[in-house]
């Protein structure tokens, strides 16, 4: 689609009725470069003097010497500057003139506006950007572009076990390759990479947007090279979110809905950990333990399956953790487990080993032997123990080496 052709023709002095009752109106002072206007969601950034229709000025930002930033048709400033500012160039010097209902209506702004005010703002478009930084760092790592927004009406995005229907084009380096294609699956089953669902998951229905995706949300080092895509490529994905259906709530669900729905999790939960992927197996065992935790209607006998099941969850999580050497969160995952079956053979090994990692020997000798004895054949807590004795040992030989030999000086200067 081409872009329009700017006028050469100035408008400076040209007034403009940007709403149909008359309540905003802008005179444009200086014009403005290209075509392009913000739209809504755009970081704006501007200088401005206001003034009440007898001249008297009560804010300026250039009196303050610094540009004044806000995020545009989101409220965060009054009606009249979120319309008027929407139909400025950049550069663009205009005048808005903002009756009371477009400013601070009957109430005001005391001390320095009065009630029902007529406000004059003189405002300078200095720049903007339409692109909203959406990576879970805050790294730049993936930038999002709004191309269309959605439904007005809605303001829910699509969360972890959603069934979402996208259309999806992927380019690297302005070349097509993932042409654009229709797409339906349930977010979390790695159906795409994480940085394409991290950004899917900030749409709303009916909403398209441009992501720019950096390596390591993308292809990472390695590349693609059955996509065409070189090794550290910045890739770039328009995804127009089509429809969603959420996953049923707990609090819509019976009891004996929220234990089959925590099975189904903690099975998917052990899959993904058998594959070694355990950032997506937590995910999943921490969803089973949500349900479990909602005990609202919940009869004496399906909590203590629910109970019963937790164990297993949190000991889980501890295995994860174990593998992504975690070892503060074993322990956290660890004790809700022995709080709920306190000679649990596997939750104490798996503390201890957290323990022995973090140089807890003291700790982790109480608990494997706490173990031992709840289960005197146990050969796993054997190991354990003979680790530790090791580990002790080696740190006694590394002391005695670093402070033997130091001592040796002190004697030898003595002498």
Same mark, same amino acid.
């Given at each position: 689609m081409a872009e329009p052709v700017q006028s050469t023709e100035s408008e400076v002095g040209k007034e403009v009725q940007i709403t149909t009752d008359g309540g905003l109106v802008k005179k444009i002072l200086r014009d403005g470069e290209g075509w392009q206007t913000p739209v809504k969601g755009a970081d704006v950034v501007v200088h401005y003097v206001g003034t009440l229709l007898d001249g008297s000025e009560f804010d300026s930002s250039r009196g303050r010497g610094e540009p004044f930033k806000f995020k545009l048709g989101v409220g965060q400033v009054i009606k009249g500057w979120d319309?008027?500012? %929407?139909?400025?160039?950049? $550069?663009?010097?205009?005048?808005?003139?903002?009756?009371?209902?477009? %400013?601070?209506?009957?109430? $005001?702004?005391?001390?320095?506006?009065?009630?029902n005010s007529t406000l004059q703002f003189e405002v300078e478009l200095i720049s903007w950007s339409d692109e909203e930084d959406v990576s879970p760092a805050k790294d730049g790592g993936i930038m999002k572009k709004l191309l269309q927004d959605g439904d007005a009406a809605g303001w829910e995005t699509p969360r972890e076990e959603a069934k979402v229907t996208v259309k999806v084009t992927g380019s690297v380096n302005g070349q097509i390759f993932e042409p654009e294609h229709q797409l339906e699956f349930v977010m979390g089953d790695e159906h795409v990479g994480d940085g394409l669902e991290t950004a899917i998951s900030t749409l709303?229905?009916?909403?398209?947007?441009r992501f720019t995706l950096k390596p390591n949300y993308a292809f990472g080092a390695q590349g693609d090279a059955s996509k065409n895509i070189p090794p550290n490529a910045t890739v770039v994905y328009e995804v127009e979110l089509l429809d969603f259906v959420k996953e049923k709530e707990s609090w819509d669900m019976t009891p004996d809905e929220k234990v089959a729905s925590a099975l189904k999790r903690k099975d998917e939960g052990n899959e993904l950990f058998k594959a070694s992927k355990f950032k997506r197996a937590i995910k999943k065992y921490k969803k089973a333990l949500t349900f479990l935790d909602a005990e609202y209607g919940m009869s004496d006998e399906q909590k203590a399956k629910a109970k019963e099941l937790k164990v297993p969850l949190y000991l889980n999580l501890a295995a994860c953790k174990l593998s992504t050497k975690q070892f503060t969160e074993v322990l956290e995952d660890c004790k809700k487990a022995l709080e709920l079956d306190p000679n649990n053979v596997k939750g104490l090994v798996r503390q201890a080993k957290a323990h022995i990692e973090l140089d807890g020997w003291e700790e982790a000798r109480a608990s494997l032997a706490k173990a031992l004895e709840a289960d005197p054949s146990n050969v796993d807590v054997k190991r354990e123990q003979a680790r530790l004795t090791k580990k002790i040992a080696d740190q006694n030989a590394k002391e005695k080496k670093v402070f033997g030999g130091m001592f040796d000086k002190l004697s030898k200067m003595d002498n």
């Open positions: 319309q008027g500012v %929407a139909t400025m160039r950049k $550069g663009e010097l205009a005048l808005l003139t903002c009756k009371p209902e477009y %400013a601070y209506g009957a109430s $005001g702004s005391p001390p320095k506006i009065p009630p709303k229905k009916g909403q398209k947007a």
